[in-house]
C-alpha cells in the first residue's frame, strides 16, 4: 500500500495552479486524488475530469471542484494507473473497468501520466488479461469475432451477472500472452462494430513513475 501511496503522491507534483487534471481511477490514482484534494484545500486552483463514476464520487468527497468537457479547452495533465507497463511504456488497463473513459481523457490531454508499482512492471504485455469492452447487443457475436483472432475472450461477471461498466457495456477479459504486435491487435479489435474500446494503451504515456529497486521513487 505503501507503496501505490508513493507513486501515487508523486504524480500529485506535476499539477499546476490553472490546469484541468484528467483523473483517473483505481487504487494507486488514488493517492494522487487524495493529494490534490489536500492541494486544493491549501489554495491550489484546478479543475478535475473524472474517468469514472467510482473517480467522481472520489474526488468530490476529497472537494476537487469538477469540470464539464463543454466548459473546458483542453486537458493539461491527465494521470491514471495501469495494469500492465511495458519496457516502451506501452499499457494494459481496465481492471476496474473504466478504460474507455480512460482512453479518451488519456488521448485528449497534454500530458499523460502513469503511476505503476514495480509490480505492474512488465517486459512483454500479456500476463495480464487485455480488457475489451463491448455492446451488449450482440455480445455473442462479438465474442466470436474475438475468439476468431485467438484471444480467447471471457465474460466479466459481477456477482454471477455480466459486469457493467459505467457506460452499460460489458467486457471481455482477452488473453493476449502470445501477441508480438500490439498496435495491430488494438486496431484489428477495434473495427468489429460490437467492440467500443479495448484496453491496449500504446504510444500514449509521455512520464511513468514507479520505484527502483532501491525503492526511491522514478520517472521513466
Ligand atoms: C481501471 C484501470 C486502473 O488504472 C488499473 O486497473 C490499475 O488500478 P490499480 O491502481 O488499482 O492497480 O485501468 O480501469
Redesign the pocket.
Known sequence: MDE?KRVGEKAADFVEDGMVVGL??????YYTIMKLGQRVKEGLNIQGIPT?VQTEELAKKAGIPLANFKDIEQIDVAI????EVDTNLDLI???????LR?KIIAKAAKKFIV?ATPF?MVEKLGAFRLPVEVVPFGAELTEKHIRELGNDPILRLFEGKPYKTDNGNYIFDCDISHTLHTKELEEKLNMFPGVVEN?LFINMSDIVISLDQEKNVVLI
Do not use: I
Open positions: 501505490k483517473g481511477t483505481g487504487s494507486t490514482v469514472s491514471d494507473g495501469a495494469d488497463k481496465g481492471g476496474g473497468g473504466a478504460l480512460e503511476v505492474k484496453g
